[in-house]
């Protein structure tokens, strides 16, 4: 088989195609094999020319004309083997004292979680600060360099304990309840 590319019409007016280094590449695509058409002899008088059917693409259906003669009804297809799977297991904690156990857990995490937005706020706010703390007025740098800079690092550490300690406390819940499983 050969190849050849055939640039379209609209790319061709493009300042690419038009400078002289970037010559314009044409391939096409060409069989080895000869088509054969159905009649072995062929009169050199006729000037009529037969249609040949073309080779067929993926996923195109058989045609009568190419051998198989099949007929599939319209919108049924054959499909692998289903697999069914086990449907979703209702939670262990559908009682009420488990459902109450859970909703105050869920609101207790919601807490936490909103206190530790707010201390990463904090965090923020005091590293910009301290950041700008040189552009600022000598009285105000003063301040903050005396407070402000020594309460830095242990609220960071504290941060950052503090979310090690949370992600270990959700690992372990996770542990646990594939344990129950």
Partial sequence: ??????TPSYLANTVYHRHSLFPKP???????????????????????KKAVVPGQGFGSSPSPSSGSNKKKPKGKRERASIIRRSPVEKPAFLTKEGEAKAEEQRKNESAFLLAWLGLGGIILVQGIVLAASGFLPEEWDKFFVKYLYPSFTPT????LAGTVAYGVL????????????
């Avoid at 088989?1 to 055939?6: E, G, R, S």
């Avoid at 959700?170 to 499983?181: A, G, R, T």
Wanted: aromatic letters at 8%; charged letters at 30%; proline letters at 9%.
């Fill in 26 to 48: 044409k391939f096409s695509i060409k069989s080895k094999k000869p088509i054969v058409d159905a009649d072995p002899t062929p009169d050199p008088t006729s000037s009529s």
């Fill in 156 to 159: 960071v550490i504290l941060f």
């Fill in 1 to 6: 088989m050969a190849l050849q590319v055939y």
């Fill in 170 to 181: 959700k690992y372990l819940e996770n542990e646990k309840l594939k344990d129950q499983k």
